[in-house]
């Protein structure tokens, strides 16, 4: 009885189990992979989405479409009669 206590205690279940140096390199690949999927790619993504603003282009339009209701405000106002105020009775 001795004996077989003994054997198990060297070699307990699970411990005695060695994975291959593949299994283990290709379970790095996929963990990199998703961490940068993760963490990466939505910074990218966003900043590839958005790009516009950061480089001025959004700017420019508002600029540009002020400008023109400016404009066309001033031309209808120009255009109007002016109204006035009529007392009599």
Known sequence: MNEQ???????????NIALPKKTIQRVQQVANKQLEEI???PFLEYFDENDKVFS?????EIK?????MYTLGQTMREGSPKRTFNVKV
């Not at 540009?64 to 023109?68: G, I, L």
């Open 64 to 68: 540009k479409y002020q400008a023109q």
């Open 39 to 41: 963490t990466v790619n």
């Open 56 to 60: 001025g282009e959004v700017a420019n």
């Open 5 to 15: 206590n003994n054997s198990i205690l060297n070699n307990p279940f699970g411990i």
